[in-house]
Nanobody, 121 residues
């Protein structure tokens, strides 16, 4: 199994910055793509940014140029640096990881518990 533990959420003023971290632990063969999602009240969960094990990234249009996703494969940890935060970035942010428990096994998706980001105007 894979456990994902997030940290770094909180309250920040508009224009400020925060950095989220998510560490994967447990007994597994590999962690492949990791990603950050977010869900605001009344909205569906949306993909913010994924990053492959090789470092290829992608971003939602709403965060391009402001957020940066990165990872440390040795630590099985993914980060989300969030700059120039806006009130509309307020949401619960979830870490997601695709992993294999053994080399020829299926790929499963795992979720963190979520961390609240609140951006005040």
């Amino acid at each position: 199994q894979v456990q994902l533990v997030e940290s770094g959420g909180g309250l920040v003023q508009a224009g400020g910055s925060l950095r989220l971290s998510c560490a994967a632990s447990g007994s597994f063969f590999s962690i492949n793509t990791m990603a950050w999602y977010r869900q605001a009240p009344g909205n569906q969960r949306e993909l913010v940014a994924p990053i492959t094990s090789g470092g290829t990234t992608n971003y939602a249009d709403s965060v391009k140029g402001r957020f940066t996703i990165s990872r440390d494969n040795a630590k099985n940890t993914v980060y989300l640096q969030m700059n120039s935060l806006k009130p509309e970035d307020t949401a619960v942010y979830y870490c997601n990881a695709e992993g294999k428990l053994y080399s020829d096994g299926p790929t499963y998706r795992y979720w963190g518990q979520g961390t609240q980001i609140t951006v005040s105007s």
